[in-house]
């Protein structure tokens, strides 16, 4: 009896509170929009709402961000849907399956993926507060999740560095430092990726753990919530071409319903708007398209203003934009898209229920095939998206062949997967998977590339038929380390070699390296196989405990030997079987580096290889003893002449005494002329124009694409006797980003285009495939003791060109 009064005194008193909520103004004190809220605020906001509406609001943290900030989402919705929040989940799963009978609307708001663009984690308090006070109408048959916002980190960096900085009051003049936000802004993630490209790669712990929650609810519609240049006008579907071609007409067309509706209260209010340019639909990885080969409506929303505009800037025609006129905007889209949602709640059940019914694609399943590791990886990407595959042990299989770009046939008689289309997933499988995507215009926005068996150096054919596959038995490798031994060997091909090897560096256990084949106790070795003698390591205690952790740790299989004495090579106790060093790393941060470019190399390091680096920012490098480290590593950028004279004569001087440059991308560019080094860049020759006739002015945008290559990948040669090149096979399809291209060098080429420049997947204008005709990918210029290791094309973009990542290893523990 106590009990059942005191649930009805808790009832009243919620009830209560709710038509009493504050909203974000009252709560944080200041008048929304005239202060950036500090995330642990916002979270305060969110639980003060969950706490005071609990039947209305719930709230999950879902993660931490790398500098420990809570990542949460809040599920808003009327207080009968909330209470059977499981219930709608499930039945609406069940229709990925065409099975279910869902009639509830499942809207998805993402604020702030980029850190800088930070009025909609602002606007997104206005929304929720709106939502569950005037329009909690919409919410009778429709469930809101709300990400206030996805990249904390980020935007705590600029709402930080804003606060530090603003004049009091703000001041509009454009040209205050307060508009100008420098090197380290808050547009990426801690590790200065764009979390905007990662949500089919997966590499960020923020998309990881927001990807668990979303493939959880598989909404309706998504919306992903951004900021572009302060004088640009609002952006909001429908979206530019090119779209892909599994986008359905539905999806067409509800773009066009929702920007109609926003259109509306646009147009009421004056305000500027445009649709249908600039962001197309093509690439995988961001907001709008990965939800959408999810079976969902994604869509991105455009603000003018970003980490520019503070809390209010002149524009080019004179007018003052506000933070408050910015977050009446995305309150406005965000409102208008669950409107619209809710009014259309049964038609998007009926055609999320279609969409994945619809499956008719030509290739019915990719087959796959290469070493375990590189499997491994693949299948680790594959189960973060709930992509169902099995493996394949024997067989041959017909179709489109990946490696020869034609018809042909690929045999397995182990480590085989398959990957069919014919899954709740299918759509995205057919997209990530696909040898090339079709292009219905090739202006876009971003890499027109990134087929996964590429990108994973599997071998693969795409086939015609459904294929099934075959139970196997995970077999876990036999760390066979017999204590005693004389020496103990491992293969080199992959990045989890380059873990190992990192950890026993790390650990102070010595290894050699293989730079000849050989052949031992009957076995086979290639070049790159590590060898650990116990000669090396006779001082190290528990030598062999620790190496026995280690390759537990990394699952390798390592083959023991009772003798140093080789059927064929060179013995162990040769001189020519060299020592690997433990390299002094430092990376060049700001200044002429790119931020995007130096967060993958600071990635690589601190999250992939977990090996440690010293970041020397350009502000004091000048004062720094480079003769304390082995390696510098210059991230892509725009160094132009970087170097002056005397530098350049320094730079030689530290090479030719052993040390070590890797230089990317543009930072060749400060290299190369009369006083750098060896490497020479190729300009782009004159087309001929037979027709010589004055192309018209409206065409120059695809005119100049002729000369532009927007990420296509290429098939080029490797030579594998090149330590740059140890462990992999005798071709490397390699992702181009760009046009700029250098001659061979005299020698040192490890990776390098012949004169075929067609790509096998994506985008690259003719005159930019002339271009690129015989010109280096990977090499190594020797000097002295030293060496510079040129990388025209990065391997390490976005973290997701798994294939590419040991020629950065080799480059660093194999280069001596
Ligand atoms: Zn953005």
Redesign the pocket.
């Known amino acids: 009896m106590t009990r059942f009064l005191f649930s009805l005194i808790l009832l009243a008193s919620i009830s209560l509170s709710a038509q009493q909520l504050k909203s974000p103004s009252e709560f944080l004190g200041y008048e929304l929009g005239t202060q950036f809220t500090r995330h642990h605020e916002v979270v305060d906001y969110y639980e003060y709402l969950a706490e005071s509406a609990p039947d209305r609001v719930q709230l999950t943290v879902y993660g931490k961000t790398n500098e420990r900030r809570p990542l949460i989402l809040a599920y808003v919705s009327s207080a009968e849907n909330l209470a059977n929040l499981e219930t709608i989940r499930q039945e609406h799963l069940k229709d990925t399956e065409g099975a279910g009978n869902s009639s509830k609307a499942i809207v998805w708001l993402s604020y702030n ?2 850190g800088n ?1 930070s009025v909609s984690t602002e606007a997104s308090m206005k929304t929720i507060y709106e939502l569950l006070t005037k329009k909690s109408s919409y919410l009778e048959n429709t469930v809101v999740i709300m990400d206030p916002c996805i990249n904390p980190d980020g935007r705590d960096r600029y709402s930080n560095w804003y606060n530090q900085y603003k004049n009091t009051p703000y001041q509009v003049d454009p040209n205050s430092k307060e508009h100008h936000e420098g090197w380290w802004s808050g ?1 990426s993630n801690h590790y200065m990726f764009d979390l ?1 490209r990662d949500w089919a790669w997966l590499t960020q712990i923020e998309s990881q753990q927001r990807l668990k929650m979303f493939n959880q609810w598989l909404p309706h519609v998504h919306v992903d919530f ?3 240049g302060v004088n640009s006008p609002y952006y909001f579907a429908p979206a530019a071409e090119p779209y892909h071609e599994v986008i359905t007409d539905f999806q067409r067309d509800f773009q066009v319903t929702l920007g109609r509706n926003h259109a509306k209260y646009f147009d009421a209010n004056g305000w500027f708007y445009f649709t249908k340019e600039v962001f197309d639909l093509l690439y995988p990885s961001y907001g709008d398209t990965y939800p959408i080969y999810n079976g969902a409506i994604g869509m ?1 929303y ?1 603000q003018g203003g ?1 980490g520019q505009a503070g809390l209010g800037i002149v524009t080019a025609i004179g007018d003052t934009l506000t933070l408050k006129d910015r977050i009446a905007h995305h309150f406005t889209t965000g409102l208008s898209t669950v409107e619209v949602s809710s009014q259309n709640a049964e038609k998007l059940n009926q055609e999320f229920r279609k969409f994945h019914q619809n499956k008719d694609f030509k290739y019915k399943s990719y087959v796959l095939k290469g070493e375990k590791d590189k499997l491994d990886a693949l299948k680790s990407l594959l189960e973060k998206h709930n992509i169902e595959y099995g493996d394949l042990t024997s067989g041959s299989y017909k179709g489109h062949s990946y490696g020869s770009g034609s018809n042909g046939n690929l045999s397995i008689n182990k480590n085989g997967m398959v990957v069919s289309t014919d899954q709740p997933k299918g759509t995205l499988v057919k997209v990530l998977f696909e040898p090339n995507a079709k292009l219905s215009d090739s202006l876009t926005y971003d890499i027109t590339a990134w087929s996964l068996p590429y990108a994973y150096g599997l071998d693969a054919i795409a086939s015609t038929s459904a294929i099934t596959s075959q139970n196997t038995q995970e077999t876990v490798p036999s760390s066979n380390i017999a204590s005693g031994s004389y020496a103990y060997l491992t293969d080199w091909n992959s990045m989890d070699d380059a873990r190992f090897l990192a950890a026993l560096l790390k650990e102070g256990i010595r290894v050699r390296k293989a730079d000849h084949p050989f052949t031992i106790e009957g076995r086979s070795f290639e070049r790159g196989t590590l060898i650990i003698t116990k000669g090396d390591n006779e001082n190290k205690e528990d030598f062999i405990l620790t190496l026995q952790s280690i390759a537990t740790k990394f699952k390798k299989d390592i083959t023991s030997t009772g003798t140093g004495f080789v059927d064929s090579g060179k013995d162990f106790g040769s001189s020519s079987i060299r020592m690997i060093s433990k390299p002094k790393i430092a990376v060049l941060s700001g200044g002429p580096t790119s931020t995007l470019r130096f967060g993958e190399i600071w990635h690589f390091f601190e999250q992939q290889l977990h090996y440690p680096l010293t970041v020397i920012d350009d502000e004091y490098a000048d004062r720094v003893d480079l003769y304390e480290y082995d390696v510098l590593v210059l991230p892509d950028g725009r160094y132009g002449n970087y170097f002056n004279e005397d530098e350049l004569t320094e730079l030689k001087g530290w090479v030719r005494k052993g040390g070590k440059i890797i230089a990317m991308g543009g930072s060749i560019d400060a290299l190369d002329g009369e006083k750098g080094f060896g490497i020479q860049k190729k300009k782009l020759e004159e087309a001929e124009n037979d027709e010589n006739t004055p192309q018209p002015y409206k065409d120059w945008e695809r005119e100049r694409i002729k000369g532009a290559i927007t990420g296509a990948i290429f098939k080029t040669k490797v030579d594998n006797s090149n330590p740059l090149a140890y462990g992999y096979g005798s071709d490397y399809f390699s992702l181009k980003l760009g046009s700029s291209a250098y001659a061979y060098l005299d020698n040192g080429n490890a990776v390098y285009l012949e004169q075929n420049t067609k790509p096998f997947s994506g985008f690259a204008g003719v005159e930019a495939r002339k271009k690129i005709s015989e010109s280096l990918i990977f090499g190594i210029e020797n000097h002295g003791r030293g060496q510079v290791i040129y990388m025209v094309d990065n391997p390490l973009f976005r973290g997701f060109w798994e294939n590419g990542k040991l020629f950065f290893a080799n480059a660093i523990f194999m280069v001596d």
């Open positions: 993926v980029h663009e547009r905007n951004h900021e572009q991105t455009e970003s």
